[in-house]
């Protein structure tokens, strides 16, 4: 139906201003609407007075130096009525204007030339500009490859915004354009760009110098995979390529050889059938074929002259109604809105409603954005307009991208419109729930600006889509001011909430440490404890051990014979390390070891002690204990001395 309205409204347009300015030539008509932004009432008044003015200048003889009056104009001509075919004057067309960028080393050159002129007449233009001659200037950049200098601009059926640079390899680039010496190097390299083709999982390896566009690479592509350029979605390119007029040695792609992904742009429209209205519509442009091959001469296609893209005659909606996931809805949603006007838009959120009040409001002071919510109802005249002119322009992008969480809802269906108002109820009360019911179908699409607060949210701004960019970008710029303000006072707070809550972890850690450390120093003074009881528990046992050895050793020496026994008697002197001495009698005939054990019973066991005499020094504890007193030369009396073993 949209669709539909607006090429009546077109036709009605151009019946209307045929009859007022008697032009049959539509692309005529297309170029005079476009001039005069589409405002038939200032179109009619001066192609009226144009007529107006030819007539008179016919009617009324030039006046002579001699004439003292002139005669008076006839009454035709001062008519402001419509002309009949037979008798009209043909308003002369005013010439297309195309824009021009021209990239030269440091220097950026804007001109603005008329499409009748040549490609030779820029590079004299550019020459004047540069300092360049033409004969050492290359021109690259057109859609077309290479031209000569004598190409006519209107032959190469060029957009109105152009970007174009100037190469002069002839030229040595001087010390301070060493970087577009480079540039000019990445121009001349070739890349390879590695494109992977999904949907038919094949992979493409194709050189391209540096000088090709990113547009003439997907055009490349297109003719490979039969994926037109509008319905192509990629994968890989670097966030710097924003622009299809850019070449690839200035898109930031890498070099030698750079990754990339396209399959077919998925869209539940694809898949239908044409509508009956849709077939009207192409027959009726069947029709008028040669109309509209004229008009896009002047670079008029059929979705600019209506306003809309070619998918405005689909019956695919924005969103599915009754989606159980919201998440999915706005999947759907983002697809379907990047299908009708392309992949430059915001970068809507996806989740629900309360996911995106969560990532907006909800995180550190420093950290928030506000929510911008956008409410699409495609049975508003407005919203194509709206998407295509202001949710789309690279500004207004840009700043949602950097201030805003952005959330959409399509609420062309009514079941879709009450799930909103629901969630909207739940999150920000029944005011704004109210507020949106008010808006009639034909003030739609609305973008809400909403702020987060410690208590509730509050919507600063209900943007209606009767707007335009530069209103839109002072609302935003208004809601970002009384938000940056509350921000402040929230980082205020927030930073003197975590000074505070630093002190008290500070704290708390110190005191936690301050234990840590006296239970390090209890555990250690008790295992100190423990472990002197243990050695002391060691001890005991051996000195008890100790003790049982000597007695037993004690108990088992022969008895002390008598000096008058008769036997010969080996008396003995043994100095302690203390000092003191012991001193006993032993028959000759006694082994070595009852003098050993004699000595082990006084406490001084021969593992721990050597058994030395004094001249010469011999260590006795070495001799085999089992020979006697005699043999040792121990007889008939010795003094002995006892010397701990190292």
């Known amino acids: 139906m949209g669709f539909s309205l607006l090429l009546i409204l077109f036709l009605y347009f151009f019946s209307l201003s045929q009859a007022c300015t008697g032009i049959d030539n539509i692309a005529e008509a297309i170029t005079l609407l476009e001039l005069n932004n589409w405002d038939l009432v200032v179109i009619t008044s001066s192609t009226l ?32 009525c419509p002309i009949s075919p037979s008798s009209r004057h043909i308003v ?23 499409e009748s002129r040549t490609v030779g007449e820029i590079k004299q233009i550019l020459e004047t500009e540069l300092g360049v001659p033409v004969s050492k200037m290359q021109l690259k950049g057109w859609k077309s490859g290479d031209v000569s200098d004598s190409t006519v601009l209107r032959s190469l059926h060029l957009p109105k915004n152009n970007s174009l640079y100037v190469l002069t390899p002839d030229i040595a680039p001087t010390a301070s354009t060493s970087k577009n010496s480079a540039l000019e190097d990445s121009l001349n390299q070739n890349f390879l760009l590695v494109i992977s083709h999904r949907e038919a999982q094949k992979d493409y390896s194709l050189y391209f110098p540096g000088s090709r566009t990113i547009q003439e690479v997907k055009r490349n592509i297109s003719d490979l995979t039969n994926i037109p350029v509008r319905h192509q979605q990629w994968e890989g390119w670097p966030a710097s390529a924003s622009d299809d007029s850019m070449t690839l040695a200035v898109s930031g792609i890498s070099y030698p050889c750079h990754h990339l992904s396209v399959c077919q742009r998925s869209s539940p429209a694809n898949a239908q059938e044409p509508t009956e209205e849709c077939a009207d519509v192409h027959m009726i442009s069947d029709s008028e074929g040669d109309d509209f091959e004229d008009a ?13 893209g070619s998918s405005s005659c689909r019956k695919s909606p924005m969103m599915p109604e009754n989606s159980e996931n919201e998440a ?12 009708r006007y392309g992949e430059t838009h915001p970068m809507f959120f996806i989740g629900s409603l309360e996911a995106a009040s969560q990532e907006a409001f909800y995180g550190k002071a420093r950290d928030r954005k506000l929510l911008a919510i956008y409410l699409h109802n495609d049975d508003s005249v407005l919203s194509n307009v709206f998407c295509s002119q202001m949710m789309c322009a690279d500004s207004i992008v840009s700043y949602l991208s950097q201030n805003f969480i952005t959330w959409a809802w399509d609420v062309t269906k009514e079941a879709n419109k009450a799930r909103l108002l629901t969630m909207c109820t739940r999150h920000f009360g029944s005011v704004v729930t109210q507020t949106i019911r008010t808006y009639k179908t034909d003030q739609f699409p609305l973008l809400l600006i909403v702020m987060g607060k410690r208590t509730s949210n509050e919507v600063l701004n209900v943007i209606q889509g009767n ?6 970008m002072m609302r935003l710029m208004g809601a970002m001011e009384i938000f940056t303000a509350q921000q402040q006072e929230d980082i205020k707070d927030e930073d003197e909430r975590e000074a505070r809550e630093m002190v008290k972890r500070e704290q708390d850690e110190a005191y936690r440490l301050s234990l840590e450390a006296d239970r390090k120093k209890r555990e250690a003074q008790e295992r100190e404890e423990a472990e002197q009881v243990r050695l002391e528990q060691i001890r005991k046992e051996q000195e008890e051990e100790k003790e049982a050895i000597r007695l037993s050793l004690e108990q088992a020496l022969p008895p002390e014979p008598d000096e008058e026994s008769g036997e010969q008697i080996s008396k003995l002197r043994i100095r302690t390390p203390s000092g003191e001495f012991l001193e006993r009698r032993f028959l000759g005939s006694c082994k070595l070891q009852v003098l050993f054990d004699f000595v082990a019973s006084k406490g001084y066991p021969s593992d721990e002690f050597k058994l030395l005499t004094t001249f010469p020094r011999r260590n006795i504890t070495q001799l085999d204990p089992g020979s006697t007193l005699l043999e040792a030369k121990l007889f008939p009396q010795e003094t002995l001395f006892l010397e701990a073993k190292e």
């Open 49 to 80: 007075h144009s007529n107006f003015s030819s007539e008179a200048t016919q009617a009324t003889p030039p006046l002579s130096s001699s004439s003292s009056s002139s005669s008076p104009p006839s009454s035709s001509a001062s008519a402001f």
């Open 92 to 114: 002369e067309r005013q010439p297309r204007m195309l824009n021009f960028r021209v990239e030269y080393r440091q220097r950026s050159v804007e001109l603005v030339v008329e």
């Open 296 to 308: 896009s001469e002047f670079g008029v296609d059929d979705s600019e002259m209506f306003g809309v």
């Open 328 to 339: 999915d809805a706005l999947l759907h949603f983002t697809a379907e809105f990047s299908s």
């Open 467 to 472: 707007t335009t960019v530069d209103e839109l």
